[in-house]
């Protein structure tokens, strides 16, 4: 028996002879489907997918191909702007592996699939029925409800279109909830009669929505008027009463531990992102290798078996099978709920099945369920495939599942997925008063008002600035901390600002490189819509340039904001507050300029800590995103070199003429938003955004190379090292600081110290050469001597004055030799 693609005698013949059926249509439609009768008043014949991977055993390489390509072809259909905010739904039981394999081939599009299974404490998203199925009821379960109410294009699957009552009853279900301008239907054949396309156009037309179909062959089937008379008298005729016992077993059960990752879904019957998707591919060589090493030695034709809605994972897990076993045979299946007759016939679509119990304590009661053309197909080894959920007591009785697969092959083996259950929703407790909208350019910053929202408070009135040697003074000391003042905005020196543009136009392309690197980094494995959110204000021009990569590559417009977080004082909480108020915890990534030794890193990681056990809030992850990692602190990045960033050389006026955030009891309340200024003065000198489309004039000419690093990045060890924090405490011994606080390593962090605190010295690495054109500038003018240092993982380190007293440097700030 084998159902092959390529077979001579046509897997519907039997039917089309007896009932008078026939397929009219493309040449290639009997190469995709054949025949079968079943026990259904609605509908008497089945049409049998030989690509699906359900009732015909197929290899997975075809089974997978057929879903990648189909959404490719969505993917050119839509444009990749309206590609990348669409959202995929599939139909069960069907075609959850089919929409898995269409969301993988459209790119960036999250994936849900409709389920028969309801799930404690997930509360419906829709529903809608499925007209000839014989089980009709589909649920929507996703764990964020906010996956279909966006207004992108929704592509929804499933493998054959007959009628179109499902699209139908799915988008007039939809779209009365969360109405949207596009609609794209995918299915592997696209079987409607003029009628039922003409209807579905109506209906489109009374809803005002573009509706589109994609399919890999379309036809019509041609039925008699008799058909359903004809179908019950035949499957009365030919069906004998299953076979329930099992027979002496050929063979035993033998468990593989798959080690699958902790806390990726099972599959979309919850939603399943892009960044899931990530994590799953990384982790399918080690699984598949596993199974490898379980199957007999000289093992041929082996059936990966799937069970019901649970089809991805195990499909995924037989294509990588076959790269890993290239000299076995690997084919692919899934049990069913859906009654067929059987009929050993060469010209017949279902030849065997198995029968047995269903086993997964299913909602609408217990019931037979089915496994189609694996007795008889001489597989050497089944791979059982299921969730945890249905590794019951009933799936190892003697009845069961197992036991019949192994009357059948000599040997079985059972891999267990863990059953993904979503945690509860975060839900933001009550405060005692409303927080403020964010504040938008121009009236707070000279940023374009979509570029960023700042959730701070303007404190532009008031007078905050200090001499820097009296901030330093008090800092040290213990009188103050750096945030309760501002230092004095630096006004440039002419030949500082040529030193800037000098600069930007050097390292334009560079700088392009990275944001365009951890931009698609963080959308293919945090989150396929984040939102941004910058640490104020280093973050903040960063952000918008991110923001800016996923409109230019992807046609996104990100949220993006602007937050304050102080060493020692941790994240401002009533920011978080707002932004769990307004988006999912689980979207939110955190972004900053560069990693020093990574004290920011780790001061985020304890304030979220902290915000979650006083507030019950969950969902944020600290992993902050930066464009340059030189001491390897964060896994999300766009590089590790320690390189000139222009918007460190300057202050305000290449951040949106925005101070540092300020954090002082007697104009910061507990219900406000950390403080700022917004210094309107410095217009004349501002060059923010001069410097963001400079930046962005580079993205084109990039965009490949970024394409091949973040290729190259996905199979890197980014596990952080911390080498920076370790050379920072080095230094702090050596030169007798003795506070790490006092040594500032890298480029932005030793542009930091001669802006803005009072300098002892500067480290720089032997050989460095333009990247501290105007670092040894500002060190001369700052009388600031700079010694070279052979061995520094760091371009170089900024020392603030250790011991230092208004008379250690005088009034003017400017350093002293100790």
């Given at each position: 028996m084998?159902n092959?693609v390529?077979?001579?005698?046509?897997?519907?013949?039997?039917?089309?002879?007896?009932?008078?059926v026939?397929?009219?249509?493309?040449?290639?439609?009997?190469a995709?489907?054949?025949?079968?009768?079943?026990r259904n008043p609605?509908?008497?014949h089945?049409?049998?997918s030989?690509?699906?991977?359900?009732?015909?055993?197929?290899l997975?390489?075809v089974?997978?191909?057929?879903g990648?390509?189909?959404?490719?072809?969505?993917r050119?259909?839509?444009?990749?702007?309206?590609?990348?905010?669409?959202?995929?739904?599939?139909?069960?039981?069907?075609?959850?592996?089919?929409?898995?394999?269409?969301?993988?081939?459209?790119?960036?599009?999250?994936?849900?699939h409709?389920?028969?299974?309801?799930?404690?404490?997930?509360?419906?998203?829709?529903?809608?029925?499925e007209?000839?199925?014989?089980?009709t009821?589909?649920?929507?379960?996703?764990?964020?409800?906010?996956?279909?109410?966006?207004?992108?294009?929704l592509?929804?699957?499933?493998?054959?279109?007959?009628?179109?009552?499902?699209?139908?009853?799915?988008?007039?279900?939809?779209?009365?909830r969360?109405p949207?301008e596009?609609?794209?239907?995918v299915?592997?054949v696209?079987m409607?009669?003029?009628?039922?396309?003409?209807?579905?156009q109506?209906?489109?037309?009374?809803?005002?929505?573009?509706?589109?179909?994609?399919?890999?062959?379309?036809?019509?089937?041609?039925?008699?008027?008799?058909?359903?008379?004809?179908?019950?008298l035949?499957?009365?005729?030919?069906?004998?009463?299953?076979?329930r016992?099992?027979?002496?077993?050929?063979?035993?059960?033998?468990?593989?531990?798959?080690?699958?990752?902790?806390?990726?879904?099972d599959?979309?019957?919850?939603?399943?992102?892009?960044?899931?998707r990530?994590?799953?591919?990384?982790?399918?060589?080690?699984?598949?290798?596993?199974i490898?090493e379980?199957?007999?030695?000289g093992?041929?034709?082996?059936?990966?078996?799937g069970?019901?809605?649970?089809?991805?994972?195990?499909?995924?897990?037989?294509?990588?099978?076959?790269?890993?076993?290239?000299?076995?045979?690997?084919?692919?299946?899934?049990?069913?709920?859906?009654?067929?007759l059987?009929?050993?016939?060469?010209?017949?679509?279902?030849?065997?099945?198995?029968?047995?119990?269903?086993?997964?304590?299913?909602?609408?009661?217990?019931?037979?369920?089915?496994?189609y053309?694996?007795?008889?197909?001489?597989?050497?080894?089944?791979?059982?495939v299921?969730?945890?959920?249905?590794?019951?007591?009933a799936?190892?009785?003697?009845?069961?599942?197992?036991?019949?697969?192994?009357?059948?092959t000599?040997?079985?083996l059972?891999?267990?997925?863990?059953s993904?259950?979503?945690?509860?929703r975060?839900?933001?407790?009550?405060?005692?008063?409303?927080?403020?909208?964010?504040l938008?350019?121009?009236?707070?910053?000279?940023?374009?008002?979509?570029?960023?929202?700042?959730?701070?408070?303007?404190?532009s009135?008031v007078?905050?600035?200090?001499?820097?040697?009296?901030?330093?003074?008090?800092i040290?000391?213990?009188?103050?901390h750096?945030a309760?003042?501002?230092?004095?905005?630096y006004?440039?020196?002419?030949q500082?600002?040529?030193?800037?543009?000098?600069?930007?136009?050097?390292?334009?392309?560079?700088?392009?490189?990275a944001?365009?690197?951890?931009?698609?980094?963080?959308?293919?494995?945090r989150?396929p819509?984040?939102v941004?959110?910058s640490?104020?204000?280093?973050?903040?021009?960063?952000g918008?340039?991110m923001?800016?990569?996923?409109?230019?590559?992807?046609?996104l417009?990100?949220?993006?904001y602007?937050v304050?977080?102080?060493?020692?004082?941790?994240?401002?909480a009533?920011?978080?507050?707002?932004?769990?108020?307004?988006?999912?915890?689980?979207?939110?990534?955190?972004v900053?300029?560069?990693?020093?030794?990574?004290?920011?890193?780790?001061e985020?990681?304890?304030?979220?800590?902290?915000?979650?056990?006083?507030?019950?809030?969950?969902?944020?992850?600290?992993?902050i995103?930066?464009?340059?990692?030189?001491?390897?602190?964060?896994?999300?990045?766009?590089?590790?070199?320690?390189?000139?960033?222009?918007?460190?050389?300057?202050n305000?006026?290449?951040?949106?003429?925005i101070?540092?955030?300020?954090?002082?009891a007697?104009?910061?309340?507990?219900?406000?938003?950390?403080g700022?200024k917004?210094?309107?003065?410095?217009a004349?000198?501002d060059?923010?955004?001069?410097f963001?489309?400079?930046?962005?004039?580079?993205?084109?000419?990039?965009?490949?190379?970024?394409?091949?690093?973040?290729?190259?990045?996905?199979?890197?060890?980014?596990?952080?090292?911390w080498?920076?924090?370790r050379?920072?405490?080095?230094?702090?011994?050596?030169?007798?600081?003795?506070?790490?606080?006092?040594?500032?390593?890298?480029?932005?962090?030793?542009?930091?110290?001669?802006?803005?605190?009072?300098?002892w010295?500067?480290?720089?690495?032997a050989g460095?050469?333009?990247d501290?054109?105007?670092?040894?500038?500002?060190?001369?003018?700052?009388?600031?001597?700079?010694?070279?240092?052979?061995?520094?993982p760091?371009?170089?380190?900024?020392?603030?004055?250790?011991?230092?007293?208004?008379?250690?440097?005088?009034?003017?700030?400017?350093?002293v030799?100790?």
């Amino acid at each position: 028996m084998n159902n092959a693609v390529n077979d001579e005698v046509w897997s519907g013949n039997w039917v089309a002879e007896r009932l008078g059926v026939g397929l009219e249509g493309d040449d290639g439609l009997p190469a995709l489907l054949g025949l079968a009768l079943r026990r259904n008043p609605k509908r008497a014949h089945l049409l049998v997918s030989n690509v699906l991977g359900k009732h015909v055993p197929q290899l997975p390489s075809v089974v997978y191909g057929y879903g990648i390509r189909l959404g490719r072809r969505v993917r050119a259909l839509l444009g990749e702007a309206p590609a990348a905010s669409a959202v995929v739904l599939g139909y069960a039981e069907t075609a959850t592996g089919l929409g898995h394999a269409v969301a993988d081939g459209l790119g960036l599009a999250p994936y849900l699939h409709s389920t028969r299974r309801p799930v404690t404490g997930i509360a419906p998203a829709g529903g809608f029925e499925e007209s000839h199925s014989h089980a009709t009821s589909h649920l929507l379960l996703p764990a964020d409800p906010a996956l279909l109410s966006g207004d992108g294009p929704l592509v929804l699957v499933d493998d054959e279109f007959s009628t179109g009552n499902t699209v139908l009853n799915t988008i007039r279900d939809l779209h009365a909830r969360h109405p949207r301008e596009r609609y794209v239907v995918v299915a592997l054949v696209d079987m409607r009669s003029p009628e039922d396309t003409a209807r579905l156009q109506r209906f489109a037309d009374h809803i005002g929505a573009r509706v589109d179909l994609v399919a890999a062959a379309s036809g019509t089937v041609r039925l008699p008027d008799d058909v359903l008379d004809k179908g019950r008298l035949l499957v009365a005729q030919h069906e004998t009463a299953p076979d329930r016992t099992p027979g002496p077993p050929r063979g035993r059960v033998t468990r593989v531990d798959l080690r699958w990752p902790h806390g990726l879904p099972d599959g979309g019957r919850h939603g399943f992102t892009p960044a899931h998707r990530a994590r799953l591919e990384a982790a399918l060589p080690a699984m598949a290798a596993r199974i490898a090493e379980a199957l007999p030695t000289g093992a041929r034709r082996v059936l990966v078996l799937g069970f019901e809605e649970l089809m991805y994972a195990p499909l995924r897990l037989a294509r990588e099978l076959e790269q890993v076993a290239p000299d076995t045979e690997v084919r692919f299946s899934t049990t069913t709920r859906s009654p067929v007759l059987a009929v050993d016939d060469p010209g017949y679509a279902i030849r065997t099945r198995l029968v047995f119990p269903a086993h997964d304590d299913p909602a609408d009661g217990p019931g037979e369920r089915y496994a189609y053309n694996v007795a008889g197909a001489g597989f050497d080894t089944v791979v059982a495939v299921f969730d945890s959920v249905a590794d019951t007591p009933a799936l190892h009785a003697g009845d069961g599942l197992l036991a019949r697969l192994a009357a059948h092959t000599p040997h079985v083996l059972l891999a267990v997925v863990p059953s993904h259950v979503p945690a509860p929703r975060a839900t933001t407790p009550e405060r005692p008063a409303m927080l403020p909208e964010p504040l938008r350019g121009p009236a707070f910053s000279s940023y374009a008002p979509d570029e960023v929202g700042w959730l701070l408070r303007d404190l532009s009135d008031v007078t905050l600035e200090a001499p820097t040697e009296e901030r330093e003074e008090a800092i040290q000391s213990g009188g103050a901390h750096y945030a309760e003042s501002l230092p004095v905005e630096y006004q440039p020196s002419e030949q500082y600002q040529q030193l800037f543009h000098t600069a930007l136009d050097t390292s334009a392309a560079r700088i392009a490189k990275a944001v365009g690197v951890v931009t698609e980094t963080v959308m293919s494995e945090r989150s396929p819509r984040p939102v941004l959110v910058s640490l104020a204000r280093a973050g903040t021009p960063v952000g918008i340039l991110m923001r800016r990569w996923a409109q230019f590559r992807h046609g996104l417009d990100l949220p993006h904001y602007a937050v304050s977080i102080v060493r020692g004082r941790g994240i401002d909480a009533n920011a978080l507050r707002w932004l769990a108020a307004h988006h999912d915890p689980r979207d939110v990534v955190f972004v900053d300029g560069w990693t020093g030794k990574g004290a920011i890193t780790r001061e985020l990681a304890q304030a979220i800590t902290e915000f979650e056990k006083t507030e019950g809030v969950t969902g944020f992850d600290p992993e902050i995103a930066v464009l340059a990692d030189p001491g390897s602190c964060v896994r999300t990045y766009g590089t590790r070199e320690d390189f000139l960033i222009p918007s460190a050389c300057l202050n305000s006026t290449v951040s949106g003429l925005i101070s540092r955030t300020v954090l002082r009891a007697d104009l910061v309340g507990p219900d406000d938003f950390h403080g700022a200024k917004f210094y309107r003065e410095l217009a004349g000198a501002d060059v923010s955004t001069a410097f963001l489309d400079a930046v962005r004039a580079r993205f084109q000419e990039v965009a490949d190379t970024v394409d091949s690093a973040v290729k190259e990045l996905v199979t890197e060890d980014r596990t952080p090292s911390w080498a920076g924090w370790r050379a920072v405490e080095r230094i702090s011994e050596e030169y007798g600081i003795h506070d790490v606080n006092l040594v500032k390593p890298g480029v932005g962090e030793t542009t930091r110290v001669l802006l803005r605190r009072v300098p002892w010295k500067i480290l720089a690495k032997a050989g460095a050469g333009p990247d501290l054109d105007h670092v040894r500038l500002l060190a001369e003018q700052r009388g600031v001597p700079v010694e070279e240092v052979g061995e520094l993982p760091y371009t170089c380190v900024g020392l603030i004055h250790p011991k230092y007293t208004r008379g250690a440097t005088g009034a003017d700030g400017r350093a002293v030799n100790v």
